[in-house]
C-alpha cells in the first residue's frame, strides 16, 4: 500500500484514519456575479411592473431566512456558532415587525419565508449527499405540502389567500398610480412641454394604469407558480452567499448556466398542466394547470439558456441579455426589446425541452467516432 502524496496529506482536513469520512466540498469563490444576482433579486421586484407580477416584492425575507437555515445546518455540522446566531438575529429582526404594522399579506409573507427556509434546513440535515436542486425541489414540495394543510386546517384558506394577494396586487398598483400621478401634478410645466415633444406620452398614465392592471389579473391566477420560483431563486442566492461566507461545506458549488440541468422526469409537469389547460373535461383543473406550465416552464427555459450559453462564447449570453434590458426603458426600442426577450424566451424552452431527449451539450462533448 503506497503512502498518500505530500500534497494530500496537506490540504486533507480528515482526521488520520478516518478513510470513511467524505472530503469537504469545494469552495465557491467570486463575488461578481453573485453581487449582480443579488442586486437583480432585490431592486427588479420593486420596479412597478414586475412588482405588480411578482407575489413578494421585498425578497430579503426569501433570501435572509434561508441563509440563517444554511448558517445552522453548518453550525450542526461543525462551523462557527457565531456566524449561525449573527444571522438568525438578522432574520428575526427581519421577520418580527411592530404590533399593528402587520397586515394580512405580511403575515402570509412571513409564515412562507420561514417554513421554507426550516424545509430547506431539515433536508439539508437529511441528505448530505444531494446537489443543490435536488435539496431546493425537495424543500419546495415540503412547504407547499405544509402550506395545503394549513390553508385546509388553518383560518386563512385557499379562496382568503387569493383575495389577500388580489388586495395586495391592488395596493401596490395603487401606489404605483399615486407616484405617477404626483409626479405629473408637481411638474405641470415640464409635464406639459414633454407631451408637446411627444403626443404619445398624453396617455402614459392611464396606458400605464391599464397595463398594470393587466399584469396583475393574470399574476392573481398564477401567483403560486411566481412564488415558488422566487424561492428557489432565494435559496439558490442564499447558498451561494453561505459557501462564500461559511467554513464549512454543505455540499457541492452551484453550477454556471452553461451546465445547468435535472432530472428528466420533470418533464411530466408539463406535460400534467399542458393537459389540464387543453382538456375541456377538466376545466376546474384549469388553474392548477396554468401554474404548473408557468413553473416547469420556467425551469425549462433556464435549461435552455444553458443550452445556448454551452455553444455560445464565455459570457456573450449575459451581455445580450443586460443590453436587452437595458433597451427595455427606452421609448423607441423598447418594443424591439420585448420581442427580442420573448422570441428568446420561446427558443429556450423549445432548446429546454429538446435537450430532454437530445442531450444537445452531451453531445457536442462526445468525441467524434
Not at 404626483?182 to 406639459?192: D, G, N, T, Y
Request: charged share 10%; glycine share 8%; with cysteine.
Amino acid at each position: 500500500m503506497t503512502d498518500p502524496a505530500p500534497n494530500q496529506l496537506a490540504t486533507d482536513p480528515r482526521p488520520a484514519g478516518d478513510a470513511s469520512a467524505p472530503p469537504p466540498a469545494p469552495s465557491e469563490r467570486g463575488w461578481g456575479k453573485l453581487f449582480l444576482a443579488l442586486a437583480a433579486f432585490v431592486l427588479l421586484p420593486i420596479t412597478p411592473y414586475v412588482r405588480a407580477l411578482l407575489p413578494m416584492e421585498q425578497t430579503m425575507m426569501l433570501f435572509v431566512p434561508a441563509v440563517a437555515a444554511c448558517a445552522l445546518v453548518g453550525w450542526w455540522a461543525g462551523g462557527r456558532a457565531f456566524f449561525a446566531i449573527a444571522w438568525v438575529a438578522i432574520a428575526v429582526v427581519l421577520t418580527v415587525q411592530p404590533p399593528g404594522t402587520v397586515g394580512p399579506f405580511s403575515n402570509l409573507a412571513r409564515g412562507w419565508s420561514l417554513l421554507l427556509a426550516g424545509a430547506f434546513g431539515i433536508v439539508c440535515l437529511l441528505s448530505t449527499d444531494r446537489p443543490f436542486f435536488t435539496r431546493a425541489m425537495a424543500a419546495l414540495v415540503m412547504t407547499l405540502g405544509l402550506a395545503t394543510v394549513m390553508a385546509f386546517l388553518g383560518p386563512v384558506s385557499a379562496s382568503r389567500t387569493a383575495t389577500i394577494m388580489s388586495d395586495e396586487f391592488s395596493r401596490r398598483n395603487g401606489e404605483t398610480m399615486a407616484a405617477v400621478t404626483q409626479l405629473v401634478q408637481s411638474h405641470p410645466k415640464e409635464w406639459q412641454q414633454l407631451v408637446d415633444k411627444i403626443p404619445a406620452l398624453s396617455d402614459a398614465p392611464n396606458q400605464t394604469e391599464d397595463g398594470l392592471a393587466s399584469i396583475s389579473g393574470f399574476a392573481r391566477t398564477i401567483f403560486p407558480s411566481l412564488l415558488a420560483l422566487e424561492s428557489l431563486a432565494a435559496l439558490a442566492l442564499a447558498w451561494a452567499t453561505y459557501h462564500r461566507l461559511g467554513r464549512t461545506r454543505l455540499g457541492a458549488p452551484l453550477k454556471p448556466l452553461r451546465e445547468f440541468r435535472f432530472n428528466d422526469q420533470l418533464v411530466w409537469g408539463l406535460i400534467v398542466g399542458l393537459t389540464t389547460v387543453l382538456v375541456p373535461t377538466l376545466s376546474t383543473l384549469r388553474g392548477l394547470g396554468q401554474n404548473l406550465l408557468v413553473f416547469f416552464g420556467t425551469l425549462y427555459a433556464v435549461r435552455g439558456l444553458g443550452v445556448l450559453s454551452w455553444f455560445m462564447a464565455p459570457g456573450s449570453l449575459g451581455v445580450a441579455i443586460t443590453v436587452g434590458v437595458v433597451l427595455l426603458f427606452a421609448p423607441v426600442l423598447q418594443a424591439f426589446a420585448l420581442a427580442a426577450f420573448l422570441l428568446l424566451a420561446v427558443a429556450a424552452l423549445a432548446l429546454g425541452l429538446g435537450d430532454t431527449w437530445a442531450d444537445w451539450r452531451g453531445r457536442a462533448a462526445r468525441p467524434a467516432p
